[in-house]
Nanobody, 124 residues
Framework: QVQLVESGRGLVQVGGSLTLSCAASGNTLSIYRMGWFRQAPGKEREFVSAIRWRDDLTYYADSVKGRFTISRDNSKNTVYLQMNSLKAEDTAVYYC?????????????????WGQGTQVTVSS
């Protein structure tokens, strides 16, 4: 089992920046990939970004490419999501996710473990 705890929730203005963190614990050696999803009110949960553990290969949704950066700290078993140039449409609950499996990257059911979610609100 892997447990995930997010931190870094906040209220920022359009154009601002915010960094989210996700600390993994438990059987972290089994992690193959970790990622971030988000869910806005009335919308489905959508992929934001992910990073593969063994080589730091990353993927981003087109909507955040060039503005968001995912990274990780091996020593802390922590993944970060640096969010710059935030837009009102980035407002959502952001979820950290992890999987032991090497299947798809972009669907919620590609991930086995989930954090509790953290609210990001971008005001205009």
């Amino acid at each position: 089992q892997v447990q995930l705890v997010e931190s870094g929730r906040g209220l920022v203005q359009v154009g601002g920046s915010l960094t989210l963190s996700c600390a993994a614990s438990g059987n972290t050696l089994s992690i193959y990939r970790m990622g971030w999803f988000r869910q806005a009110p009335g919308k489905e949960r959508e992929f934001v970004s992910a990073i593969r553990w063994r080589d730091d290969l990353t993927y981003y949704a087109d909507s955040v490419k060039g503005r968001f950066t995912i990274s990780r700290d091996n020593s802390k078993n922590t993944v970060y999501l640096q969010m710059n140039s935030l837009k009102a449409e980035d407002t959502a609950v952001y979820y950290c996710a992890a999987t032991r499996l090497g299947s798809g990257w972009y669907q919620a059911n590609d991930y086995e473990y989930w954090g509790q979610g953290t609210q990001v609100t971008v005001s205009s």
